[in-house]
């Protein structure tokens, strides 16, 4: 899930801010393929890291207010 300053100034942004949603057996392997692009990516990936079972609970209680 993309957001942040990115959505706004588009190509002008200073970096990329990206939900990763996942769970924790993947979780190592994913930060470690954001480590590898973020040293070839001019812009840099900011990443928050959730996990896929907390998130689903979240986005239900947050249905059901």
């Known amino acids: 899930i993309l957001f942040g300053s990115v959505l706004q100034k ?3 942004a ?3 801010d990206v939900l990763f949603i996942t769970d924790k057996k993947r979780f190592p392997t994913l930060k470690k393929e954001i480590g ?3 040293c070839l990516n001019i812009k840099k990936i900011q990443p928050v890291y959730h996990e896929a079972a907390k998130f689903h609970l979240y986005l239900s209680l ?3 207010a």
Do not use: A, T, V
Request: glycine fraction near 8%.
């Open 10 to 12: 588009g190509k002008e």
């Open 14 to 16: 200073h970096d990329i």
């Open 36 to 38: 590898e692009l973020n």
């Open 62 to 64: 947050c249905s059901s």
